[in-house]
């Protein structure tokens, strides 16, 4: 009779039951993720883990364990990228249209080869689609790593996967805002020389610029997190800021896709600008190292 009496009970409050678990799965979740970021891994030298996978039969086992988890989370990563390519697929003729705006739109491109405009098709769909996916892979490599990490180091990865997202998106929009309108006339004109456009060209050209942009825009994200390890120092960088002046220029020459001073100058501004915001941050990051010694040396 119990046993019946207790199945009718659980059917009864199984709406209820489920009702509460659904309001209580945010704050589990959260628990979950709170725990996950403030737990301390055990501290071992690169040394000793590599002696002790040659040496322990758990070590072995242990490191093939992580081998296993890598293979996971990579093939979660290609997944994604196969399903985000996928779906730029939906979009890539729009977006092929938009990215030729500035030389008057898609008819003002030429193709001489039969494959040419399925070759351009495809490059720009996974050139999206991969950086549609690259915050999901950044967070699966997050995910693997994670664990072997302190909260604060955790933290600061899981908080600077967005960062970074953004920090890429305004480097490419500078790209293509500000840098290409001004320096597309130079290069379709020069010498008083009409340029007939290659899909092929053009799209490969564009897109570099854009993608190479948007990766030196994460340099101020980059100079943080190695401040944060205590790899690089703020005071040798405000020192070295002639030397990294001649660097940005060199690069600046590279990225450029002409050879004159003012377009050269466009990309050297916002670098200079973001050198000097990463000292800055330099300085944020390398007091919060000390202050955090500090406070583990306190208690």
Do not use: C
């Amino acid at each position: 009779m119990r046993n019946f009496n207790n199945k009718v009970w659980r059917i009864i409050s199984a709406p209820f039951r489920f009702i509460w678990w659904l309001i209580s799965a945010p704050l589990r979740g959260w628990k979950k993720l709170n725990d996950f970021l403030n737990d301390n891994p055990e501290e071992h030298s690169l040394i000793d883990t590599t002696v002790s996978v040659f040496q322990s039969e758990d070590a072995r086992i242990s490191f093939f364990d992580e081998i296993e988890t890598l293979r996971k989370h990579l093939f979660r990563a290609l997944l994604a990228l196969m399903l985000t390519v996928g779906i730029s697929f939906v979009f890539t003729e729009k977006l092929i249209d938009y990215l030729s705006q500035p030389v008057g739109g898609i008819d003002a491109l030429r193709a001489i080869e039969v494959t040419e405009s399925i070759s351009v098709f495809m490059k720009v769909a996974l050139m999206s689609g991969i950086i549609i996916a690259l915050p999901y892979i950044a967070f699966e490599i997050w995910l693997f790593m994670a664990p072997g990490l302190k909260p604060r180091s955790k933290k600061f990865g899981l908080v600077g996967i967005p960062l970074s997202t953004l920090l890429f998106i305004a480097g490419a929009a500078f790209s293509y805002f500000i840098m290409l309108p001004a320096a597309l006339p130079f290069l379709l004109n020069f010498m008083g020389i009409q340029a007939e456009l290659r899909p092929a060209s053009y799209f490969s050209f564009i897109l570099g610029v854009m993608f190479w942009i948007g990766i030196a825009f994460e340099f101020p994200l980059v100079i943080y997190a190695l401040s944060a390890v205590g790899f690089v120092k703020p005071d040798v960088l405000k020192k070295q800021w002639r030397l990294a002046m001649v660097i940005i220029a060199i690069l600046a020459a590279a990225i450029t896709p002409t050879v004159d001073p003012v377009n050269m100058a466009l990309v050297m501004l916002p670098m200079s600008l973001l050198y000097f915001i990463s000292i800055g941050l330099s300085y944020i990051a390398y007091r919060n190292r000390d202050l955090q010694k500090e406070e583990s040396l306190t208690a």
